[in-house]
C-alpha cells in the first residue's frame, strides 16, 4: 500500500459527479445542461465501477428527485408569499411550474449521486484507486489482493 495515497475530499466529488469509488471518473457523459439530454455512463471511466448495481437500481433515485422536487416547490411557495404578499395562484403556477422544469436536469443528475454516495451499502471511497490512472486489470487485481 502506497503511503502517500491522494486522498480526495468527498465535496467536490460529489458536486462534481465524480464516482463514489474513485471520486476521479465522471458518472455523466455530458454537462448537465444541454441539448443532448442526461446520459450517465455505465461504469466508471476511471475505475470500472458499474453504476447500475441491479436492473433497475435508479428507480429509486426517482423517489429522491420527487423529495427534491417537493422541497423545491414549497420553499418556492413560501418565498412568493413572503417577498410579493400575492394570493395570486397564477403567479405561484407559473413561478412554481418554470422551476420545475428549469430543475428537472439537477434533480435527475444528483437523485443519482446521492443515491450512489450516500444510499448504496456496497460502494465506498477506495483511495487506491484514486491513482493517476487505473485499468481494468489494476482494479482486477487489487479487488483479489
Known amino acids: 500500500m502506497n503511503e502517500k495515497l491522494l486522498k480526495l475530499p468527498v465535496w467536490p466529488a460529489f458536486i462534481q459527479a465524480r464516482c463514489p469509488r474513485c471520486r476521479r471518473g465522471s458518472m455523466f ?3 448537465m445542461y ?3 439530454g442526461q446520459h450517465m455512463n455505465k461504469t466508471c471511466p476511471h475505475c470500472d465501477l458499474t453504476f447500475e448495481v441491479e436492473p433497475g437500481y435508479f428507480y429509486v ?3 429522491l428527485s420527487y423529495a427534491f422536487n417537493v422541497a423545491e416547490m414549497v420553499t418556492l411557495a413560501v418565498a412568493i408569499s413572503v417577498l410579493t404578499g400575492s ?3 397564477w403567479l405561484y403556477t407559473a413561478v412554481i411550474l418554470t422551476a420545475a422544469i428549469l430543475l428537472s436536469p439537477f434533480n ?5 449521486v ?3 454516495y450516500w444510499m448504496t451499502p456496497g460502494i465506498r471511497y477506495n483511495p ?3 491513482g493517476p490512472e487505473q485499468t481494468s486489470e489494476n482494479t482486477d ?3 483479489a489482493g
Open 34 to 36: 444541454g441539448f443532448h
Open 29 to 31: 457523459a455530458n454537462e
Open 128 to 130: 487506491d484507486l484514486s
Open 61 to 63: 433515485s426517482m423517489l
Open 141 to 143: 487485481e487489487k479487488a
Open 114 to 116: 446521492v443515491l450512489l
Open 108 to 112: 435527475f443528475r444528483y437523485s443519482r
Open 87 to 89: 394570493e395570486n395562484p
